[in-house]
């Protein structure tokens, strides 16, 4: 069996993978509150000849939860997340979790965010304020004040670091267990006037597709080495018969 051709093919198809990751993160790098994707790749070994050979898979695209940069805006409707925690949003897709803090008062006084899906206190539910009030101010418990009096609270949620993340509109994510509101607002906030940007690192993404080259390079010179032998050897069993 030419087991070569099917150790390219497994290469070829991590290859595929690792290069939409790094198309779709450079897309998203300048979107706010984005969180980059990655890939994990692990190798599997095949027995059914009688030499082990170490095929590619095709890789595990995870979601990466590190922090993006802050900017000062001063715009008091923009808010950034502080620590690892999440603002809450209401979409079509069910509750999600975002990192982009970018707000709106609709003409009833609902909180949005700019694409429109509701922001959410810690129980889960919308969040009203006096559209004719003006601006409110956010502390970084998430209490929100409009003209001296407390109107509520902007809610924020841990995600199990453990928990698998699947996108969601608005740089949203849904997680496979539920999230916990915080309550505690010593290693989490959120900060009035910033809004938080993507978490891609350019020049990361520019080595990961050096290193996407290379990879292809190799690949494609071993499937050619394989064709030729191939060719050769279907050549020599030729001239023999």
Same mark, same amino acid.
Do not use: C
């Given at each position: ?7 390219? @093919? ?34 599997? @070994? ?15 695209? !995870?979601?990466?939860? @590190?922090?993006? +940069?802050?900017? /000062? ?16 949003? /209401? ?5 999600? !979790? ?5 707000? /709106? ?12 899906? *509701? ?11 006096? *559209?004719?009030?003006?601006? *409110? ?5 998430? @209490? ?32 496979? /267990? ?23 690192? *350019? ?28 060719? +050769? ?9």
């Amino acid at each position: 069996m030419q087991s070569n051709f099917y150790v390219g @093919m497994s290469g070829q198809l991590a290859i595929e993978r690792r290069l939409q990751t790094v198309a779709s993160n450079v897309a998203n790098m300048n979107t706010a509150g984005y969180r980059a994707d990655g890939v994990t790749f692990e190798t599997v @070994m095949s027995n059914t000849g009688e030499t082990p050979v170490a095929f590619s898979t095709e890789g595990q695209t !995870y979601i990466s939860r @590190m922090s993006g +940069e802050l900017t /000062k805006t001063d715009n008091p409707l923009d808010v950034a997340v502080q620590g690892d925690a999440w603002f809450g949003i /209401k979409t079509p897709s069910g509750v999600a !979790y975002t990192h982009d803090g970018r707000l /709106k008062i609709g003409a009833g006084g609902e909180i949005t965010t700019i694409n429109n899906y *509701p922001i959410l206190d810690a129980g889960g539910s919308s969040m009203i304020v006096d *559209p004719s009030a003006g601006p *409110p101010v956010i502390a970084q418990d998430g @209490m929100l004040t409009q003209q001296g009096r407390q109107i509520g609270a902007i809610g924020l949620f841990s995600i199990d670091p453990n928990t698998k993340l699947t996108r969601a509109p608005n740089s949203a994510v849904i997680p496979d /267990k539920a999230a916990t509101p915080i309550l505690d607002f010593t290693d989490a906030g959120m900060a009035q006037g910033f809004i938080e940007g993507s978490n891609v690192n *350019p020049v990361l993404e520019l080595s990961k597709l050096i290193q996407i080259q290379h990879s292809l390079d190799s690949v494609t010179s071993m499937n050619q080495e394989s064709d030729s032998s191939l060719q +050769e050897a279907i050549k020599t069993l030729g001239s023999n018969t």
